[in-house]
């Protein structure tokens, strides 16, 4: 096991910096968490398609959701993999 010494002025130079980035996990964490789903007008609307797009989508297990009711919500988590999946990289041009 090694062992480092650190002086005061370096230790406090550490602790400020993972002070730091704590704040900024837990500022990202809270953006987050506040915004985790859309509903299908939000859906719809975000990804330029028509509301029977959207139901074929669902009835062909292209997207997941959920249903409260009548209503229905995306996890944004699946509307990212759905672009990744669907993604097409760039190709040279001749």
Do not use: P
């Not at 005061?8 to 789903?37: I, M, N, V, W, Y």
């Not at 007008?41 to 409260?68: H, L, P």
């Amino acid at each position: 096991m090694e062992v480092f010494i650190l002086s005061k002025a370096q230790f406090t130079e550490l602790t400020s910096r993972l002070d730091t980035l704590q704040e900024l996990l837990t500022a990202t964490e809270s953006k987050g968490s506040k915004k985790s789903f859309m509903d299908n007008e939000e859906f719809i609307q975000f990804m330029g398609i028509s509301k029977r797009t959207a139901q074929c989508w669902r009835d062909e297990g292209k997207i997941s959701f959920s249903q409260v009711g009548n209503k229905i919500y995306y996890k944004m988590s699946d509307v990212d993999k759905l672009l990744a999946e669907h993604y097409n990289k760039s190709f040279k041009s001749k």
